[in-house]
């Protein structure tokens, strides 16, 4: 499996411009959704990214190697991509992931919760209590 189709790839280099854009004008560093999440089939491996540097190896985003202390870094895709596990499995792309929420949200979630997996859980949840929050009633104000 390919971890990071040119589709993928173009979307991180854009955040890490926009971040290095941001800086050299002296404004708030942006705070996109993960674009690309990585885990390990066998155990608890899991890397949400946000930016790829302009060296095309370099990842941004949260890294959580199952021992209960999710952090924010930076992570090497060819490392990753060279990782081999039992049974001849690698390291895979999450192909139906997708996110709106920050990588800070991410990250806070995943160090209250102990790992991302927990974490992804979370948001969801709290993700599908907003979708089914009703609608405020019109004049109210709050739509």
Known sequence: MMLLPPALDARLRANAHARLAALA??????????????FAPMGAATWLATELDADGDTLFGLADLGFGCPELGSFSLAEIDAVRLPFGLAIERDLYFE????????????????????????????????ASDPLPPPGSGDG
Do not use: N, Q, Y
Request: proline fraction near 11%.
């Open 25 to 38: 004008a002296d404004e708030r560093e942006p705070d996109p959704p993960p674009i690309v999440k990585f």
């Open 99 to 130: 996110s709106d929420t920050p990588l800070s949200r991410w990250a806070d979630a995943a160090r209250v919760a102990g790992s991302i997996s927990a974490a992804e859980r979370t948001i969801a949840r709290a993700g599908s209590a907003r």
